[in-house]
């Protein structure tokens, strides 16, 4: 995967790698349309708590009871929904995508705004948080997840999802939509002055560090409209790609800006991820024969010893039928498809070679050509 470069227009309007002061909705409103690859936003959750909450020993629990996480009414919350997500969609570019974090307090209200907005959703994911907060009451389950809603810029955005790579991530197992990750504490945690937290509701990195990895590429610009104490812009800085923070909490911008300033990118060569099988350049079987690669008249083989003869034109021929290396796999195992590719093998040397083999050996043949 080769890292983007910015066109001139980008690199002199967009104020990359900076975190801008002020509200959300003005400062994302002065930045130029359509130049966001994707935007993480973790808005307030309007969590309507009523009065202090304690634990069992009777300290008090430093939940979220900032000003900024308070709202008159469901009407004022929706109003300030429906204006940051305006917004923030006019800074996508047409393939770009969102992701929004929130939990029960506000997560259905968000998704019902997103939709109205004319967002196209794609997942819902759950973070399943390892180390739960405990429901100290006793009169609710403990609430131990949140939701995150991805979603592209239009239903027609050819958004980026990098499956193969978020595969790897996951031991080669395809990648589910609940994702068991900590809460962020211990080192990764930010304190103040006097040793109380940073931020109610910081996220933890790798949180982050999946959502980057899973839907942007390297160079990529990801902007963060409720930066915090940038979390989003530290795994940014650290996956290569470019950010934008927008914080109106002097406190937070400067725990922010101090901690990405300890923060040192990946080595280059360390950011490029396993690709897409269905991003490498299309090579017809047609073009192994042409090639001389294998002839006309030499016999394929299947695992179950399925034979058929490769023909002039690229197609197959076996005593019971003919056509594409797929199609005549299909039908002498009776399947509705088969992948001719890793299905017919070839024989050199008394070994049995997959034909795949010479389909690589060509895609890597055309990608030095590339370059």
Known sequence: MMTKTKTPAEAQVLPLNQILAGDCVEVMNSLPAGS???????????????GELHRPDNSRVDAVDDHWDQFSSFAAYDRFTHDWLKAARRLLKPNGAIWVIGSYHNIFRVGAAM???????????????????????????????????????????????????LKELNDGVQMRSDWVIPLCTGGERLKDANGDKAHPTQKPEALL?????????PGDVVLDPFFGTGTTGAVAKMLGRSYIGIERE??????????????????????????????????????????????????LVSPRGKTARVRADGTL?????????????????????C??????????????????????????EMGDAAH
């Open 250 to 299: 002097e406190a937070y911008r400067q725990a922010a800006t101090a901690r990405l300033d300890r923060i040192r990118p990946f080595d280059r060569s360390a950011l490029d991820v396993t690709g897409s099988k269905r991003a490498e350049p299309r090579v017809p079987f047609g073009t192994v024969v042409e090639r001389g690669m294998l002839r006309p008249g030499e016999v």
């Open 209 to 217: 560090h999946r959502v980057l990895l899973a839907t942007t590429n």
């Open 339 to 364: 992948n001719g590719w890793t299905y017919w093998h070839f024989k050199r040397d008394g070994q049995m070679i997959p034909i795949d083999i010479l389909r690589q050996q060509i895609r890597a």
């Open 36 to 50: 966001v690859d994707l935007i993480f936003a973790d808005p307030p959750y309007n969590l309507q708590l009523k």
């Open 317 to 337: 021929i076996s005593d019971e039928t003919k056509g594409s290396i797929h199609q005549v796999g299909a039908a002498l195992e009776g399947a509705p498809s």
């Open 115 to 165: 939709q109205d907005a004319g967002y196209w959703l794609l997942n819902d994911v759950v973070w399943r948080k390892s180390n739960p907060m405990p429901n100290f009451r006793g009169k609710r389950l403990t609430n131990a997840h949140e939701t995150l809603i991805w979603a592209s810029r239009d239903e027609a955005s050819k958004y980026t999802f990098n499956y193969e790579a």
